[in-house]
């Protein structure tokens, strides 16, 4: 079946499993160099959760060091990454660039808010809202 399954594994995002048919990676795999696939709505082109756990980490480290740029690198490439929680604390990438209070970029923040407005209202696993955590930054 050209739309089986090629992971059996299973990753929370966004409500959806992002798991990648095997009809979407002959598309990916056909698409020349360099460009991103065109791929119909009604195929599920989703990345292998090992993916999308690697591009959440390095925004993770980039907040960390403070790489404002390539946080935003990262965001314009994979907005979906604003809806993607840590596993160990629960935390979006919002409530982890609000740790930074006034030193993280606004554009950066109003990013994320705009791939995933519904971020404002996700606590994580000690019970903090984004909003916590920009106070306790001050």
């Given at each position: 079946?050209?739309?089986?399954?090629?992971?059996?594994?299973?990753?929370?995002?966004?409500?959806?499993?992002?798991?990648?048919?095997?009809?979407?990676?002959?598309?990916?795999v056909r698409s020349?160099?360099?460009?991103?696939?065109?791929?119909?709505?009604?195929?599920?082109?989703?990345?292998?959760?090992?993916?999308?756990?690697?591009?959440?980490?390095?925004?993770?480290?980039?907040i960390q060091r403070?790489?404002?740029?390539?946080?935003?690198?990262?965001?314009?490439?994979?907005?979906?990454?604003?809806?993607?929680?840590?596993?160990?604390?629960?935390?979006?990438?919002?409530?982890?660039?609000?740790?930074?209070?006034?030193?993280?970029?606004?554009?950066l923040i109003n990013?994320?808010?705009?791939?995933?407005?519904?971020?404002?209202?996700?606590?994580?696993?000690?019970?903090?809202?984004?909003?916590?955590?920009?106070?306790?930054?001050?």
């Open positions: 079946n050209s739309n089986s399954i090629i992971s059996p594994r299973h990753l929370e995002f966004g409500g959806k499993s992002p798991l990648l048919t095997k009809k979407a990676l002959q598309k990916l020349p160099a360099g460009a991103s696939p065109v791929v119909e709505s009604g195929d599920r082109l989703r990345f292998s959760p090992t993916l999308l756990t690697k591009r959440h980490q390095q925004a993770l480290l980039a403070k790489r404002w740029s390539e946080l935003e690198n990262l965001l314009t490439a994979n907005k979906w990454l604003a809806e993607m929680t840590d596993i160990l604390s629960g935390q979006l990438l919002l409530h982890q660039i609000a740790l930074h209070g006034a030193s993280a970029p606004i554009m990013s994320i808010y705009d791939y995933y407005p519904n971020g404002v209202h996700k606590f994580d696993n000690h019970g903090n809202l984004p909003l916590h955590m920009a106070c306790s930054a001050g």
